[in-house]
């Protein structure tokens, strides 16, 4: 814009003209201004009513959703499992009708709990697999297909296809040992395993198969065990944040990554072992694949000689793996599914083999028990290496496996999360079945809150001395720090080979962000009776709440240690810092300094608590998993919702809308003042 000089005398006012780009137009001329206000106003207003008419049809919608809800409700049981199907994107499976090739999709992650059975967690699961392209399996169920296909003689070949199957290897030892036990009973049965790319996991079940397929641009996701940190005292410092650590004894390793910049060397030379000893078991336990071991050592251990011979194959690593007998078969999926067709025959088109999914085999089992005898229970008894579902009596005795994984959390909506009130519940039905003879704690958890920890330990004393029955632990992937403090409570510790436990230690930790919001001109100021009843937000914590705080943190860990000593007598007179101070030990180590007392799975446990427990050898003992409930969570609200949003709203609102309903509904989680829980989170392979 141009104004004109005001100081001219000769001039118009500044404001007597506005030019603009190829011309002017005089302010003595009002009526375009007016025009243009009125046209404005006119859009205002055009904008209003739309958005009032929207937001009207949407509130009169509603209601109509309210009423229809309502009138709904006796219909909700009968047709939930009908929307399942519907989201689920499956055919109904015929019992009885067998193809000739049974389909394990694990290209997703395996579970170790049995999955909740409601129709709310159903869908959630059917939308995770279909929004995230992947599956979502369970171990029991995996398990119990291969063992009704024992039975199956229309099988004639098994297919896994393990392309991104994520699990830890405790879990895929017992799949594992599931294939091999198939094999033993049916060797005549072929079974081929297929991956883009092979964790180490994966490639841990695919040993137990007769044919290692791999895809011309895959290679193994693994090149050895590594574990790292991200460290962040000098990013700290420079935001002007003050860690709040308090600590007891030598407890470092969760906590250092906020007060160093690199990882201490103690800790260092402790998980150095600890990765070595998982690397060499690991390899160890390839010894059923001849030469796999060596091969392994000989590729990976050696990075120049892995990078010359990668060389040699023009940067294939499928075409390396092969030359090494690490892999039997270089092929596209397409193409083996292809053949599958060639040889089997195909629904609709030769890309779509004629396969029955393992999932549906396992359900036909479940559903053949319960409508050919109404009459009896459904139990599961100890095989060889697995358990399958069989039916006992009324009276019979059974040991109950009951499921602790993930963290130790205060709080959550979720039936599956490691909390006091989802443990309780599960409690709740050992309580209430007298033919429960034994539990089996089966943990796979970091530890967590103290409080829950401790909650969860009472509740495990209360089950023991109410119904004076025996409870064993098996440790899994990880059963560290508050994990370790419940399993005080129990009567003997088993642990996997590959188990990492330890972690007894505690601390707490905050952030203090009052220099920061100092700079920026935040102050805090009040009244208070005590300095210790301060909440410091833009002021530095008074000394005195400082000394509270680590006064209280060494007297949960005097308790700590006093609840491993009174646990373990062989531990009474042994000095607590050779087994306490946060150290993690592998199983091996565990069992040297009295920490566990066997290391076994859980099928080993099973076998033990079974012996221990039986009178003659007339007794029979069955195994029976405890299932997470969704209970009140699942409610009414969302089982409607369920029902009227299928076919109508798109999955993917479908799930943001559930995600939402568990965040309104949650109760609030209080933050643990006070953590014991264990540096590595997860191990998984």
Same mark, same amino acid.
């Given at each position: 814009?141009?104004?004109?000089?005001?100081?001219?005398?000769?001039?118009?006012?500044?404001?007597?003209?506005?030019?603009?780009?190829?011309?002017?137009?005089?302010?003595?001329?009002?009526?375009?201004?007016?025009?243009?206000?009125?046209?404005?106003?006119?859009?205002?207003?055009?904008?209003?009513?739309?958005?009032?008419? !929207?937001?009207?049809?949407?509130?009169?919608?509603?209601?109509?959703?309210?009423?229809?809800?309502?009138?709904?409700? $006796?219909?909700?049981?009968?047709?939930?499992?009908?929307?399942?199907?519907? #989201?689920?994107?499956?055919?109904?499976?015929?019992?009885?009708?067998?193809?000739?090739?049974?389909? #394990?999709?694990? $290209?997703?992650?395996?579970?170790?709990?049995?999955?909740?059975?409601?129709?709310?967690?159903?869908?959630?699961?059917?939308?995770?697999?279909?929004?995230?392209?992947? =599956?979502?399996?369970?171990?029991?169920?995996?398990?119990?297909?291969?063992?009704?296909?024992?039975?199956? !003689?229309?099988?004639?070949?098994?297919?896994? &296809?393990?392309?991104?199957?994520?699990?830890?290897?405790?879990?895929?030892?017992?799949?594992?040992?599931?294939?091999?036990?198939?094999?033993?009973?049916?060797?005549?049965?072929?079974?081929?395993?297929?991956?883009?790319?092979?964790?180490?996991?994966?490639? =841990?079940?695919?040993?137990?198969?007769?044919?290692?397929?791999?895809?011309?641009?895959?290679?193994?996701?693994?090149?050895?065990?590594?574990?790292?940190?991200?460290?962040?005292?000098?990013?700290?410092?420079?935001?002007?944040?003050?860690?709040?650590?308090?600590?007891?004894?030598?407890?470092?390793?969760?906590?250092?990554?906020?007060?160093?910049?690199?990882?201490?060397?103690?800790?260092?030379?402790?998980?150095?072992?600890?990765?070595?000893?998982?690397?060499?078991?690991?390899?160890?336990?390839?010894?059923?694949?001849?030469?796999?071991?060596?091969?392994?050592?000989?590729? #990976?251990?050696?990075?120049?000689?892995?990078?010359?011979?990668?060389?040699?194959?023009?940067?294939?690593?499928?075409?390396?793996?092969?030359?090494?007998?690490?892999?039997?078969?270089?092929?596209?999926?397409?193409?083996?599914?292809?053949?599958?067709?060639? &040889?089997?025959?195909?629904?609709?088109?030769?890309?779509?083999?004629? +396969?029955?999914?393992?999932?549906?085999?396992?359900?036909?089992?479940?559903?053949?028990?319960?409508?050919?005898?109404?009459?009896?229970?459904?139990?599961?008894?100890?095989?060889?290496?697995?358990?399958?579902?069989?039916?006992?009596?009324?009276?019979?005795?059974?040991?109950?496996?009951?499921?602790?994984?993930?963290?130790?959390?205060?709080?959550?909506?979720?039936?599956?999360?490691?909390?006091?009130?989802?443990?309780?519940?599960?409690?709740?039905?050992?309580?209430?079945?007298?033919?429960?003879?034994?539990?089996?704690?089966?943990?796979?958890?970091?530890?967590?809150?103290?409080?829950?920890?401790?909650?969860?330990?009472?509740?495990?004393?209360?089950?023991?001395?109410?119904?004076?029955?025996?409870?064993?632990?098996?440790?899994?992937?990880?059963?560290?720090?508050?994990?370790?403090?419940?399993?005080?409570?129990?009567?003997?510790?088993?642990?996997?080979?590959?188990?990492?436990?330890?972690?007894?230690?505690? #601390?707490?930790?905050?952030?203090?962000?009052?220099?920061?919001?100092?700079?920026?001109?935040?102050?805090?100021?009040?009244?208070?009776?005590?300095?210790?009843?301060?909440?410091?937000?833009?002021?530095?914590?008074?000394?005195?709440?400082?000394?509270?705080?680590?006064?209280?943190?060494?007297?949960?860990?005097?308790?700590?240690?006093?609840?491993?000593?009174?646990?373990?007598?062989?531990?009474?007179?042994?000095?607590?810092?050779?087994?306490?101070?946060?150290?993690?030990?592998?199983?091996?180590?565990?069992?040297?300094?009295?920490l566990i007392d066997d290391c076994n799975d859980l099928f080993g446990v099973f076998e033990d608590m079974k012996d221990a427990l039986?009178?003659?050898?007339?007794?029979?003992?069955?195994?029976?998993?405890?299932?997470?409930?969704?209970?009140?969570?699942?409610?009414?609200?969302?089982?409607?919702?369920?029902?009227?949003?299928?076919?109508?709203?798109?999955?993917?609102?479908?799930?943001?809308?559930?995600?939402?309903? &568990?965040?309104?509904?949650?109760?609030?989680?209080?933050?643990?003042?006070? +953590?014991?829980?264990?540096?590595?989170?997860?191990?998984?392979?």
């Amino acid at each position: 814009m141009d104004f004109k000089d005001p100081n001219n005398s000769t001039s118009q006012n500044r404001s007597d003209y506005i030019t603009i780009q190829t011309g002017s137009v005089k302010k003595d001329s009002p009526s375009l201004l007016k025009g243009l206000c009125h046209l404005f106003m006119m859009i205002g207003s055009v904008i209003t009513f739309i958005r009032n008419t !929207v937001f009207n049809i949407i509130f009169i919608l509603l209601i109509i959703a309210i009423f229809a809800l309502i009138s709904m409700v $006796n219909t909700v049981a009968d047709k939930g499992s009908d929307v399942i199907a519907e #989201f689920s994107g499956k055919s109904s499976f015929e019992a009885g009708h067998i193809e000739p090739v049974l389909y #394990f999709g694990l $290209n997703g992650p395996v579970y170790e709990y049995p999955l909740p059975d409601d129709d709310y967690s159903k869908l959630t699961r059917n939308l995770d697999e279909k929004l995230n392209n992947r =599956r979502i399996n369970d171990i029991l169920s995996i398990e119990k297909a291969l063992k009704a296909a024992q039975s199956e !003689v229309a099988i004639k070949e098994i297919y896994f &296809d393990l392309t991104d199957c994520i699990t830890t290897f405790p879990v895929a030892e017992r799949i594992y040992n599931a294939i091999c036990e198939y094999k033993e009973n049916k060797p005549d049965t072929r079974i081929t395993v297929f991956a883009e790319n092979y964790g180490a996991s994966a490639y =841990r079940i695919a040993t137990a198969a007769d044919s290692i397929i791999i895809d011309p641009l895959g290679g193994f996701d693994f090149k050895g065990f590594a574990s790292s940190n991200l460290y962040l005292k000098d990013l700290l410092e420079r935001f002007r944040v003050e860690p709040l650590v308090f600590k007891a004894g030598e407890f470092k390793s969760a906590v250092e990554i906020f007060t160093e910049n690199r990882m201490s060397d103690g800790v260092k030379k402790e998980y150095q072992h600890i990765f070595d000893s998982l690397w060499k078991l690991y390899k160890e336990s390839l010894n059923t694949r001849e030469n796999a071991s060596k091969a392994l050592s000989t590729v #990976f251990d050696n990075p120049e000689r892995f990078l010359s011979e990668l060389d040699r194959f023009r940067g294939s690593e499928a075409q390396l793996l092969k030359s090494m007998g690490l892999v039997d078969e270089i092929n596209s999926q397409l193409n083996l599914e292809y053949a599958l067709s060639n &040889d089997y025959g195909y629904v609709d088109n030769m890309l779509n083999p004629n +396969m029955t999914d393992y999932q549906d085999l396992a359900d036909s089992v479940k559903t053949s028990s319960v409508v050919s005898k109404a009459k009896k229970k459904k139990h599961r008894k100890s095989g060889s290496n697995n358990p399958v579902t069989v039916e006992t009596q009324d009276g019979s005795s059974e040991i109950a496996v009951l499921y602790g994984i993930g963290e130790i959390k205060d709080f959550s909506e979720r039936p599956t999360e490691f909390t006091p009130d989802n443990i309780a519940t599960q409690i709740g039905k050992i309580l209430e079945d007298n033919r429960i003879k034994g539990v089996i704690f089966y943990i796979n958890s970091p530890g967590g809150s103290v409080s829950a920890s401790e909650k969860i330990r009472n509740l495990i004393l209360n089950l023991k001395e109410t119904r004076g029955i025996p409870v064993y632990v098996s440790m899994n992937s990880l059963c560290a720090s508050g994990a370790y403090w419940i399993s005080t409570a129990c009567d003997r510790l088993y642990a996997t080979p590959t188990t990492i436990t330890g972690s007894i230690g505690v #601390f707490s930790l905050g952030l203090g962000i009052h220099d920061l919001l100092n700079e920026y001109g935040v102050r805090q100021d009040g009244v208070e009776t005590s300095e210790l009843a301060r909440t410091p937000v833009a002021v530095r914590m008074p000394e005195s709440q400082r000394r509270m705080n680590t006064l209280e943190v060494e007297g949960i860990y005097e308790n700590f240690i006093s609840l491993v000593r009174n646990s373990r007598p062989a531990l009474k007179k042994t000095d607590y810092r050779v087994f306490a101070e946060g150290k993690v030990f592998l199983c091996e180590d565990a069992l040297s300094l009295n920490l566990i007392d066997d290391c076994n799975d859980l099928f080993g446990v099973f076998e033990d608590m079974k012996d221990a427990l039986k009178k003659d050898d007339k007794d029979e003992i069955s195994l029976v998993h405890l299932t997470p409930e969704g209970g009140s969570k699942a409610n009414l609200f969302r089982s409607l919702f369920i029902m009227t949003a299928s076919g109508v709203i798109a999955p993917e609102y479908v799930k943001t809308i559930l995600d939402l309903l &568990d965040k309104s509904a949650a109760v609030s989680e209080r933050k643990p003042k006070l +953590m014991a829980i264990g540096a590595i989170r997860d191990v998984t392979l």
